[in-house]
């Protein structure tokens, strides 16, 4: 097999620059090619997938959730599509803990070498893919809004904190959904759509029995009732997704959702659009590494 390696240099303070040759070490010794690629900007890792001329069996990419986000906007453009690996040196790295992958370097690059691949689902929001999170509303800016200083200096912390700030905006949009089964409309402080149980570097034990190749997308929306409105958000997230009566749970392949202009939706913890889109599952697309253990817990049939 070929390996193609992508880091952002300046994820998890720049501790990608002190494992590269822990890395290359690795695949040296076990004569591997392995070529490297380092990003320079925010699409980078993008149009460098689609502008390459070689093909490559895996991409690994190391770095937070939004690089991962790039990779995967080139990966899903290819005809032909490499196996993604994941190497988690950012600050939530919700992808890396969805998959089961090892904090340890070496044993993820034994896993990535020695083990067999998944095809789990993709998503789109209008022109843009994304693997397990689309969201608007309380919180769903902060991803983006924060500073890497910030990042740099408190880790998750900084995202807690950022929190904290959010809660005094004012969000109440009127959205229109649409599905093929139903349609109706809603006032909304918090979209969250999942399609598994951790956002934000927030473990969400309770929330979803969602398997990542299930051809379904879930969204939780948070109506907007006056001042209880963002007890109840905080009450999600406290009570680590665990469901009460109130919550209103949509699972479907497609969402049409009509908005105000003024509404950011926010996919992977990248700013995607404002106003109106369209959701859709992408059945079975994108072959991934990742643990046994998350096989058995989140693909159906478990590890067959």
Request: net charge positive.
């Amino acid at each position: 097999m070929t390996y193609l390696l992508i880091f952002n240099p300046k994820s998890g303070k720049g501790k990608i620059q002190k494992d590269l040759p822990k890395i290359i070490s690795f695949f040296k010794e076990k004569k591997i090619l392995l070529d490297i690629h380092e990003t320079i900007s925010q699409d980078d890792a993008t149009n460098y997938l689609l502008q390459t001329k070689k093909t490559y069996d895996c991409v690994m990419v190391a770095g937070g959730d939004g690089t991962i986000s790039t990779v995967l906007n080139g990966l899903l453009k290819l005809d032909r599509k490499p196996i993604l690996g994941v190497l988690p040196y950012g600050s939530a790295n919700d992808v890396s803990h969805i998959l089961g992958i090892p904090r340890n370097i070496k044993k993820t690059l034994e896993l990535y070498t020695n083990s067999k691949h998944a095809y789990i689902d993709a998503y789109q929001m209008n022109e843009h893919y994304f693997m397990y999170t689309a969201a608007a509303g309380l919180f769903t800016r902060i991803s983006y809004d924060i500073s890497r200083q910030s990042l740099n200096q408190f880790g998750q912390l900084a995202y807690y904190i950022e929190g904290i700030k959010d809660l005094t905006s004012e969000y109440n949009f009127q959205m229109k959904f649409q599905t093929k089964k139903q349609s109706f409309q809603k006032n909304v402080i918090l979209l969250l759509g999942l399609s598994a149980n951790r956002v934000g570097g927030i473990p969400l034990l309770f929330k979803t029995t969602s398997k990542l190749d299930d051809g379904l997308f879930e969204i939780n929306l948070f109506e907007s009732k006056g001042f209880l409105s963002k007890l109840r958000v905080l009450s999600f997230f406290i009570r680590f997704g665990r469901k009460v009566s109130s919550d209103i749970v949509l699972k479907e392949p497609y969402f049409k959702i009509t908005a105000p202009q003024d509404v950011k939706w926010n996919a992977d913890g990248e700013h995607v659009c404002d106003g109106d889109i369209e959701i859709k599952v992408l059945p079975k697309i994108l072959p991934v590494f990742m643990s046994q253990r998350a096989k058995r817990k989140l693909l159906l049939g478990g590890s067959k």
